[in-house]
T-cell receptor
Framework: DGGITQSPKYLFRKEGQNVTLSCEQN?????MYWYRQDPGQGLRLIYY???????QKGDIAEGYSVSREKKESFPLTVTSAQKNPTAFYLC???????????????FGPGTRLLVL | AQKVTQAQTEISVVEKEDVTLDCVYE???????LFWYKQPPSGELVFLIR??????QNEISGRYSWNFQKSTSSFNFTITASQVVDSAVYFC?????????????FGSGTRLQVQP
């Protein structure tokens, strides 16, 4: 089945530790995104990538890092510099097209990060 | 800057009632795209609809209908004859790919509870 997978479903971080959230898609989409969701709030953009080996900061990139070495994969690292990492993290992907109205983002099941 | 406002934090209805979820947006772009997503308790965002700014036709899909009015910058979502399975958080979102904002700007969401 085509889709977006995120792992793990739950992740626990200790103080001062870096952790990496996985996002994989087999939809052959060029663009991938990471969003953060806090309780009772909408999603906010952390990072996005329109193409392999290129990515851009979103609205709340501080304390996070990403890589895009393969089209299918867009891992997110939550570094120790992120002082309030407890949140629900959602990965999305979309095709990119000369016809921008064709670009709809589809989301993975999410990873819930908790601080011990 | 773009902004999406969902003023209704939580709505509770009894099964078979009709319910409308409001969405008001702000953008300076002339071309933009509006979306509705459903987030069930599992957490994954499910795409419902995309509407382009140059197409003000309302849309109906089964029990779901959407009313897009550029004059009031609103993109409201109505569920007819609500069912318990409609219980979820619903997000309205906005993007402007033509001016570089491919990522989604989300509202804070409306939690819909449908009581049996």
């Amino acid at each position: 089945d085509g889709g977006i997978t995120q792992s793990p479903k739950y992740l626990f971080r200790k103080e001062g530790q870096n952790v990496t959230l996985s996002c994989e898609q087999n939809l052959n989409h060029d663009a991938m995104y990471w969003y953060r969701q806090d309780p009772g709030q909408g999603l906010r953009l952390i990072y996005y990538s329109q193409i392999v080996n290129d990515f851009q900061k979103g609205d709340i990139a501080e304390g996070y890092s990403v890589s895009r070495e393969k089209k299918e994969s867009f891992p997110l690292t939550v570094t120790s510099a992120q002082k309030n990492p407890t949140a629900f993290y959602l990965c999305a992907s979309s095709p990119t097209s000369r016809e921008a109205f064709l670009e709809t983002q589809y989301f993975g099941p999410g990873t819930r990060l908790l601080v011990l | 800057a773009q902004k999406v406002t969902q003023a209704q934090t939580e709505i509770s209805v009894v099964e078979k009632e009709d319910v409308t979820l409001d969405c008001v947006y702000e953008t300076r772009d002339t071309t933009y795209y509006l979306f509705w997503y459903k987030q069930p308790p599992s957490g994954e965002l499910v795409f419902l609809i995309r509407r382009n700014s140059f197409d003000e036709q309302n849309e109906i899909s089964g029990r779901y209908s959407w009313n897009f009015q550029k004059s009031t910058s609103s993109f409201n979502f109505t569920i007819t004859a609500s069912q318990v399975v409609d219980s979820a958080v619903y997000f309205c979102a906005l993007s402007s790919p033509d001016t570089g904002r491919r990522a989604l700007t989300f509202g804070s969401g409306t939690r819909l509870q449908v009581q049996p």
